[in-house]
């Protein structure tokens, strides 16, 4: 297997695009679990830990730019305040030894659908930054990057080389059910994201439908029956639940039953808006 190390992200761009059977390794943290497991022994990995610009974040405004090989244990200990939902999602990621080695951006590129990332940042808006030597940068919404089963929009010489989330406006929130508390892949996950200023609640489903997805229904259901002067509507928010589990559309696995992820995920939309409204009203009323 020929091992690749670029030290610049132009050189790391030539490497995809001279061999784009090159699979890019970060953390490691799931790449390194399928050769061992001999899922796939691809030709090349493609190393992008010389690349340091990747392990970084900046802001542009009201925008945080978070490369795609910056490890969760930093967007817990640096970016907490600004992007509490992926913030509260990779506090749940694995244990500290995978928070210290796995990022996002592998996040990304496995494009599993129970990614611990992937609700918070439908919820919040992100868009993924992804890029190739031939055709430049692309900007890919996040709720358009996953296409299917550990399928994303990313094209055989691309790498993503961010991520970038606009700084919460309002409390996010992001609920995980797994069978135990720790080194757990989620059973089923939600994260919602309030966002005042334009009267909108964002959702982000995990792990129940092939990939993640947004609950658009129920989205739309929230910008025009919320009343966001008064106190959360138990009708409101119960069909908000109900709209949430609709948009699911999971499987009975080893994990869990396709009717237990429906249920739960009506109960964690309920449950993540019930503690997202009232944050919102403590601050309104301070
Ligand atoms: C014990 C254990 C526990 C885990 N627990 C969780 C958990 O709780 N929640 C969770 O979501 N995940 C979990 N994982 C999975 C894994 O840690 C995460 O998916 C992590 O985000 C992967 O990041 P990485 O940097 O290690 O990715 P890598 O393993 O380096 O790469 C993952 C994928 O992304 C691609 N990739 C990496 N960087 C780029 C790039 N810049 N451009 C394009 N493609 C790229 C790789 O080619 C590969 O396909 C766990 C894994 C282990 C081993």
Same mark, same amino acid.
């Given at each position: 297997?020929?091992?690749?190390?670029?030290?610049?992200?132009?050189?790391?761009?030539?490497?995809?695009?001279?061999?784009?059977?090159?699979?890019?390794?970060?953390?490691?943290?799931?790449?390194?679990?399928?050769?061992?497991?001999?899922?796939?022994?691809?030709?090349?990995?493609?190393?992008?830990?010389?690349?340091?610009?990747?392990?970084?974040?900046?802001?542009?405004?009201?925008?945080?730019?978070?490369?795609?090989?910056?490890?969760?244990?930093?967007?817990?200990?640096?970016?907490?305040?600004?992007?509490?939902?992926? @913030?509260?999602? !990779?506090?749940? =990621?694995?244990?500290?030894?995978?928070?210290? /080695?796995?990022?996002? &951006?592998?996040?990304?590129? +496995?494009?599993?659908?129970?990614?611990?990332?992937?609700?918070?940042?439908?919820?919040?808006?992100?868009?993924?930054?992804?890029?190739?030597?031939?055709?430049?940068?692309?900007?890919?919404?996040?709720?358009?990057?996953?296409?299917?089963?550990?399928?994303?929009?990313?094209?055989?010489?691309?790498?993503?080389?961010?991520?970038?989330?606009?700084?919460?406006?309002?409390?996010?929130?992001?609920?995980?059910?797994?069978?135990?508390?720790?080194?757990?892949? @989620?059973?089923? !996950?939600?994260? =919602?994201?309030?966002?005042?200023?334009?009267? /909108?609640?964002?959702? &982000?489903?995990?792990?129940? +439908?092939?990939?993640?997805?947004?609950?658009?229904?129920?989205?739309?259901?929230?910008?025009?029956?919320?009343?966001?002067?008064?106190?959360?509507?138990?009708?409101?928010?119960?069909?908000?639940?109900?709209?949430?589990?609709?948009?699911?559309?999971?499987?009975?696995?080893?994990?869990?039953?396709?009717?237990?992820?429906?249920?739960?995920?009506?109960?964690?939309?309920?449950?993540?808006?019930?503690?997202?409204?009232?944050?919102?009203?403590?601050?309104? @009323?301070?």
């Amino acid at each position: 297997m020929e091992f690749l190390r670029p030290t610049t992200w132009a050189e790391a761009l030539a490497a995809k695009a001279d061999q784009p059977e090159a699979v890019p390794i970060q953390g490691g943290t799931d790449v390194m679990v399928e050769i061992n497991f001999d899922v796939h022994r691809p030709p090349a990995l493609l190393d992008l830990n010389q690349v340091g610009e990747l392990a970084t974040w900046s802001r542009e405004g009201d925008t945080y730019r978070v490369g795609a090989g910056l490890p969760y244990v930093t967007i817990i200990e640096e970016l907490g305040g600004v992007l509490p939902g992926l @913030a509260q999602a !990779s506090r749940t =990621v694995g244990s500290p030894q995978i928070r210290n /080695r796995g990022t996002v &951006g592998g996040n990304l590129g +496995a494009a599993s659908p129970a990614g611990d990332s992937h609700p918070p940042l439908l919820a919040a808006g992100a868009v993924v930054e992804v890029e190739s030597r031939a055709r430049g940068v692309r900007m890919i919404p996040a709720h358009e990057f996953y296409l299917g089963v550990k399928r994303s929009a990313l094209e055989p010489d691309e790498l993503i080389r961010a991520v970038r989330v606009e700084a919460a406006r309002g409390p996010q929130y992001f609920s995980k059910v797994g069978t135990r508390n720790a080194m757990v892949i @989620a059973v089923c !996950s939600f994260s =919602v994201a309030l966002h005042p200023g334009e009267r /909108r609640v964002g959702t &982000g489903i995990g792990s129940a +439908a092939p990939t993640p997805r947004r609950a658009l229904e129920a989205e739309e259901f929230l910008a025009g029956e919320l009343d966001w002067d008064a106190r959360l509507d138990s009708a409101v928010l119960k069909r908000f639940g109900e709209l949430c589990s609709r948009a699911a559309s999971p499987i009975d696995d080893v994990r869990g039953t396709a009717d237990y992820r429906r249920h739960a995920i009506a109960v964690m939309a309920r449950r993540t808006l019930t503690w997202a409204w009232n944050d919102y009203r403590k601050v309104r @009323a301070a």
